[in-house]
């Protein structure tokens, strides 16, 4: 009894991880990106995974290329406060992508 209480308890200890980046991700594109952009959703959807993963490579030059024109949020994306956060956006943005078939509980 108690081996199978350690056993869940551990499993999900090893999914957390992806859980708490993907809700890391929600929560900077609810600070950062929002505002421009609108619902998250929306926006994880308008791409697919591999999309979302090229878009986010070489530190995310895509986007930083996108954001030239944006002041406020172009020195955001050279920051390191970016470097910090961007794997968690990308995870965000996969687990909702175009081709994940998943919904968010709160669509925005
Ligand atoms: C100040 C407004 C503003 C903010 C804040 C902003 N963006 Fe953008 N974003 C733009 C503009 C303008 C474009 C370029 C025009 C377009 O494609 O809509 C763009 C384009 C994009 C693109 C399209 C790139 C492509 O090649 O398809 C992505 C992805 C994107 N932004 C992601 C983000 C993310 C992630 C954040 C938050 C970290 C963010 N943006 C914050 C204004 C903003």
């Not at 108690?2 to 600070?31: D, H, N």
Request: aromatic fraction near 12%; glycine fraction near 6%; hydrophobic fraction near 35%.
């Amino acid at each position: 009894m108690r081996k199978t209480a350690m056993a869940v308890f551990l499993i999900l200890l090893a999914m957390e991880p992806l859980f708490s980046s993907v809700f890391k991700g929600q929560r900077e594109y609810m600070k950062k990106c929002k505002v421009c952009h609108g619902g998250g959703a929306k926006m994880a959807k308008s791409k697919t995974s591999q999309e979302w993963i090229k878009i986010f490579k070489n530190k995310g030059a895509v986007l930083v290329k996108a954001h030239e024109n944006s002041k406020r949020i172009y020195n955001y994306f050279k920051s390191e406060n970016f470097s910090k956060k961007s794997s968690h956006l990308r995870d965000f943005f996969v687990k909702y992508a175009y081709d994940s078939g998943n919904v968010p509980a709160c669509s925005d």
